[in-house]
């Protein structure tokens, strides 16, 4: 029955083994997104539950890094960090209709909490309004208006009084001149949400952001710097890729040019992504921002999401790639606090990993993993059969992986 998912390998011996070794990291695929749907719960309910009570500011911790650079900035800005990144995470999830009758009832209390969570933390009475001016909260200002984009029934469900506090909230973001970097996708993100429901936007924050990208920064092989400079970390997926994905597919024709072009360079950056990831889920320690755990696969993901992975990699095969990755971050002993909240770290409670401007709600971008949970259990990326990932093939001793090529764009 195993051997039946790999009929296009020859060595039986070698095509059993790495089948199993698939089946003990992920199981099969509709149990694979029970997992999913457990490991989005553990990470997110602590959160919504408490903001939509009005409560989050009393219960969430204030953890910050031991080197912070502002630790009284920091304290105040980490409830929208964790509110604005993990609705945008679980976004498309709360959109989406399909599922059993248990996710069903997971998603309309959910749908139920978010609701509330969205009013309290825009209305200046609610003791949960969040910080909406300043450097950082511009940052997580983005990621709350990326969830409301990517959810539109809660857009459309929200109070006309509380959409109206959610315009004023972002709109005080436009104080904020961002750094010359992945920031300018920041203020293009909110201007976007302005953009996609109807309200006037400064068309000019979106064009210089995409000019910077499609004109000056792309370094090539499906990858972009960070500014100026080239940083070997994962920010084109936590922020860069998915970002201009849909300020470009929401901005319209005017960037068709660019956005043919980036839609090349996102399909290499996936094919990159998925060779990063280790029999084991483990993938490279490299770069700031580390402790985002399985967020270093947001791009991924959202590629998964949006059904736009290259040919080269089977709906089944990324399924279990992110799988493992989810197991190996979220599944490690002290992940979570003894009250569900998450601790700083990649493979548990590794705080020597922060950088200064880390804070307990920086890391609810790991919820960015979870995107494809939008996607019903009859997409093709949840009911194809497991295939290994590139790793598994590989260091399986499986002779089916081609070699690999950079992408070259004229």
Known sequence: MVAELYLNTI?????????????SHIGWAQEERKVWLNYMDKVARPVVSALAEDRLKATMPVVLSRISDNKETRSRVSYLEAWGRLLSGIGPWLNAEAGDKDEVALRRQYRAWALKAVANSVDPSSKDYMVWTGAQPLVDASFFALGLIRCPWLWEHLDP????????????????VPPYNNWVLFSAMVETFFCKYGYDYDPVRIEY????????????????????????????????????????GVAGSRYRAFGEKLDRITRRYAEIQERMVNEDGSFPVTGRSITYRCGAFHQLADMAWRGQLPVSLPAGQVRGALTAVIKKTLGAAETFSSRGWLNIGLHGHQEGLADGYITGGSLYLCSEVFLPLGLGPEDEFWRAPAVPWTSVKVWGGMDSVKADHALDIK
């Open 209 to 248: 952001a995409v000019r910077q990208f499609s004109e000056h920064w792309y370094v090539g092989d499906g990858t972009f710097s960070d500014g100026m400079s080239y940083h070997d970390d994962y920010y084109n997926s936590y922020v860069i890729q998915p970002y201009l994905s849909m300020v470009v």
């Open 161 to 176: 009084a509380v959409r109206g506090r959610v315009v004023e909230a972002l709109r005080l973001t436009r104080s904020t």
């Open 11 to 23: 060595d039986e011996k070698r095509i059993l083994l790495a089948a199993l070794v698939v089946v």
